[in-house]
T-cell receptor, first 115, second 116 residues
């Protein structure tokens, strides 16, 4: 079974600054996917970014980028130029390849962006 | 617009009553999922369905039941056997989960259930 750990329950950052959220996972699989989902106060889960384990290049989506370290089983999310609208819970999730798109979630990190 | 709808947004019930939460999607997705989220915690899988007329238990299925009679609908019933039913419930869907490809899940807006 896979486990996903987010060791930072809460974080804060000043508007326009950069913040990094940590995620580690444990798996014996070699082919898998990793995701970061955002849950703002509205509680709607929104996909932020996706990384395929077979790709060495780190995924990037505008101000969001990841640092994927496969050997270390680490998958951190970097938010650049933080905006007030980035305030949310952030969940790291693991998906094994060809396994029915099943997700295993971490416990989440609450991010507060301060003006 | 394509998406996932969950109704109602807030639901209140008395202890001992069964209650059914609705989840509908018009994304033509084969797979659908139900999650439970407790305050300050991550999502835990209750049930999932990869195809119509088939579903499997997730990690916390006790006290819950589902049906999948139509591709677009996956209702969740919270029975009186569920000891702590008050929670936020999220429904999700994804494209065909039975092939060799992997796809992210898309989520509905959720239903907040309060049982007193």
């Amino acid at each position: 079974a896979q486990t996903v750990t987010q060791s930072q329950p809460e974080m804060s950052v000043q508007e326009a600054e950069t913040v990094t959220l940590s995620c580690t996972y444990d798996t014996s699989e070699s082919n898998y996917y990793l995701f970061w989902y955002k849950q703002p106060p509205s509680r709607q889960m929104i996909l932020v970014i996706r990384q395929e384990a077979y790709k060495q290049q780190n995924a990037t989506e505008n101000r969001f980028s990841v640092n994927f370290q496969k050997a270390a089983k680490s998958f951190s999310l970097k938010i650049s130029d933080s905006q007030l609208g980035d305030t949310a819970m952030y969940f790291c999730a693991f998906m094994k390849h060809n396994a029915g798109n099943m997700l295993t979630f971490g416990g989440g990190t609450r991010l507060m962006v301060k003006p | 617009d394509g998406g996932i709808t969950q109704s109602p947004k807030y639901l209140f019930r008395k202890e001992g009553q069964n209650v059914t939460l609705s989840c509908e999607q018009n994304l033509n997705h084969d797979a659908m999922y139900w999650y439970r989220q407790d305050p300050g915690q991550g999502l835990r899988l209750i049930y999932y369905s990869q195809i119509v007329n088939d579903f499997q238990k997730g990690d916390i299925a006790e006290g819950y039941s589902v049906s999948r009679e139509k591709k677009e609908s996956f209702p969740l019933t919270v029975t009186s056997a569920q000891k702590n039913p008050t929670a936020f419930y999220l429904c999700a869907s994804s494209p065909n989960g039975r092939t060799g490809s992997s796809y992210e899940q898309y989520f509905g807006p959720g239903t907040r259930l309060t049982v007193t």
